[in-house]
C-alpha cells in the first residue's frame, strides 16, 4: 500500500467513525469543524489584590502615603499562587482552599519591589529577589522569610529538582546571579529551623567573563546512562550527591548510614546531566552535558577547555527559556520530540526540541540534545514601534507575546501572527479595575496558562489550537519541497475531507515538479 492509499484509507475510517457517532456526539464533531471560537482567549477570575490585602493605612505623621498594593510577579503550582507585590511582600493564595490570602512581609521599605519569584513543584519552596540586590527563602509552613547572604550577586534564575526535592527539602537546586555565577544551594525544614536552614552553598561554575548580562534561566535534566532519555522530560536541576552529610559538614556524626550514602553513590553514577543556561548581554544559550554530579560536570568543562553555547544577534533586558510538552503524535520525521523550547532574542523566538534519547549515551555531546533549532522572527505592524514583549509564553503551536496595549499570537510553525487582541479592550471588558498587565504564568502542573495584571487574574483559554497546524505545515512542506514534511502534514489532518483532498493535490504537484526537474 503506498502513501496515498494509506492516507486515502485513513480518511474513509474518520467519515464512518463520524457516521456511527451517536448524534450528540456528531453534533460535537460538526461544531469542533467549524472552528468558529478564538484559539485564546481571556476569562477574569474573581479574585483581586484588594480583596486579598488589607487596605493601606492611614498617613503617617509625616505625611507619608502609603500606595495600595499592586501585583509586579507571580508564579503558579498546582493552583496555588505566589505573588509578589511592589511593596515587598509575599501573598500567598490556594485558588482549592478557603479563598482567604496569606500576606507575608519581606522587607519594611515600601520602594523595595519583589523583581523575581521561583518555586518549587511541590509549592512548598519560594526563592524571591528584590530589586535592591535581596533575596529570600520561604517555606509553606513559615511566615519567616529567611535571607540568603552568602551568594555574589543577586538571583536571577533558580531550577529546582523536581525528581529528588521533599516537601520539607529543596535538597541541591541550582542558582544563577547576576553576576554571571552558578552555586548549588539546599535548604531543609526542620522542627526547630520551620523558616529553612541553609544545607549547601557553594559556587559550581562561573560564565565565561565575556557575558556580562548574568545568568537569567537555568533547566536542568536527569538521564540514565544505561538506558533511554528522561523519558517525558522531568525539569529538574542537581542531584543528590552533594546532600551527603559529611560532604559539606565535616563535623557530622561519622555514624551516619553507610549503606544509604553507598546507595546514593551509586545512584548518581548511573545518572548524567544535561543543563541549559542563558544571558542577556550578549545573548547565550549555554548547554552542559555530562557527569553525573554537578560539581564535577562542570570542573570537566573547565578542565577541557570546551565551552558550549548558540550566540544570538542583539542584546535583551532578560532572555528566558521556555518550555512545553509537545503532544503525543509522532511522526516518520519527529520521534521523541516531546519537550520543545524557546528563547527570546531581539530578532524574535529562538526554539527548538530535545531530542532527549541523545542523551543516554556516555559518550554523546549536548549539541545532539538541542535539534530542528530556528527563529521565529517578531512581526510588527506598521502602527507598532519595534518594542521587546513584556513578556511571552509558549505553547505547543503558538507564541503568545504581550505587549503593553496588545496580546499577539504568532504561529510557531510558520511564524504567521494568527490572533491579536486590543488589551485594552480584553482588560476592560468587566465593571471591575482589571489594572496593567504584569506577565503570564504557567501552572506547569495543571498545564494552565494566566495572564496577571497588577490588580487581577485572567485564565487562558485554549480552544484547538492545532486547528489549521495542518495547512501550515502543508505550505511548508511545499516551500521547502520536502517530502517528508507531508506526512506530518497528514497528522494534524481532522475528519474533514476537504483538507486530504488539498494535501493529496499539494503532494502530487510537488512530486510532478521534482519528476519534471529530474527528467
Known sequence: MDLFEEWRM????NQRQKKAAPPQQQMQLDHEEEDIAPMFTLQRLDWSVERCAPPPPPPSKSGLKRLPKEISKAVVVNRLFIFGTTDGTILRWNMDGSGDCEEIELTKKPDDNIKHLFVDPTGNHVIASLKNG???YLHSRSTKPKKISKLQGSIEAVGFDKALITDTSTKSFLVGTSSGRLYEMAFEITGKESSGKERVCQLVHNLDESSTGGITSIYFETFSSEGGGGGEGDASVVDGLH??????????????SSIGRASLVHATRSRRLFVMCTTSSPTRL?????SSSCSQLFQ????SGASSFVELPGSVERSELLFCQNSNK???ILPDRNQAFGLLTKQGMYHGSLLLNNASSATASSDGVLVECGM???IHRQYQQ???PISIIMTEFHFLLLYSDSLVVQSKISGEVQQEENLFLLLTSSSEDSGEAVGFARDQERNLLWLVTTTGLFQITVTQEDRVAWQLHLDKAVRLQDGRLFDIAHQFCKTEVSQSVSLFVAVAVSVFVSVSVYL
Open 300 to 303: 570537566d568543562y573547565k578542565a
Open 330 to 332: 509522532k511522526t516518520t
Open 386 to 388: 519595534r518594542r521587546a
Open 376 to 378: 521565529v522572527p517578531f
Open 286 to 290: 549555554y548547554h552542559f552535558l555530562g
Open 134 to 136: 535581596e533575596s529570600f
Open 10 to 13: 485513513d480518511d474513509v475510517h
Open 243 to 256: 546532600q551527603l552529610p559529611d560532604e559539606h559538614h565535616p563535623g557530622s556524626s561519622s555514624n551516619s
